[in-house]
């Protein structure tokens, strides 16, 4: 007797199919993920180096204004034409300001109502009653939590659970997506804008997951790099900070006259500083025209001896 074996996979033999498929995207991701980063470290290396040419064309530090303690101040503006005119050097694939987002949606708010009775609105931003938890992914993710029963000074009352409304809030380069997690009360919330406009009513009632909105928040760029404030004082071969990622325009953190910069107001909940954007390095361009990734506390200008290597004239 012949037996003839049909054509096709049997169940058991796709299935194992996928999840082979499934165990290799799990082991190749993280490699993908961690090329892209490397790419996009040198990007910004790159960046940063073409900065560096463009101030030494100017021939140049001597000709970048000074005013008051801000020595270098609006030298985005005085490279422009020797970068063709073009400021996207200034932009590190990475950088965004996570606390600039953050300043953008408190302008926002959640209109409260007890039926058709406005009560007040609630800002998405951190306050007496409102808690910013699970941060993550250097505060690019994190969740407002709402107390909706509240003081006459918007004080948390009532019960103080903070689980009257739960907002996700994911950052990316220029928007805020905005998901509602959970909600309970009796109350009836809706997104509004600065100017009071509706952007999403009645939140939640179609239950979790179901509301999502993205807000633009223009972060994308604004404060990728920043630069010595004291950089007319160097000598052009000198291994000194000249530029590196920073929330702010300017560093002002070298001179013995100057108001220093406190990097610990930059550090968030999850333990990485704001500006170390590359796999928890910053990218930085010294004075003598060398680039490399370099750990903040490496460069940490509270600690004398590091002062006085990379940072003090």
Known sequence: MTFHRQNGFTLVEMMVVVAVIILLVSILLPSFNAVYAIARQAQCAKNLNQIRVAIASMGARNEISHTGELAVSGWRSQ??????????????????????????????????CSGNTFLYNMPLAEGPACLKRSVSNHGQFFELAFEDIRTSTGDASGDKDFNDVVLTVQITADTAKITL?????????????????????????????????????????KFSYGINSLLSDFGPTDRKILLMDYPNDILRIAGTDEIHDNWVSWLEPDGQYEFARHRGRVNVAMVDGSVAPMYPRD??????????KYWKP
Do not use: Q
Request: hydrophobic residues 35%.
């Open 181 to 221: 997690k959970s909600f309970g009360g009796g109350y009836h919330w809706s997104l509004v804008d600065p100017d009071d406009n509706i952007l999403m009513n009645d939140v939640g009632k179609s239950g979790p997951g179901a509301g999502e909105f993205y807000l633009v928040t223009g972060v994308s760029g």
């Open 299 to 308: 460069i940490d200008p509270t600690d004398l001896e590091l002062r006085e």
């Open 79 to 112: 490279l422009e034409t020797y970068l063709s005119n073009s400021l996207e050097v200034m932009i590190c694939p990475e950088g965004f300001s996570t606390r600039l987002a953050d300043d953008v949606l408190a302008n926002y708010a959640l209109r409260t």
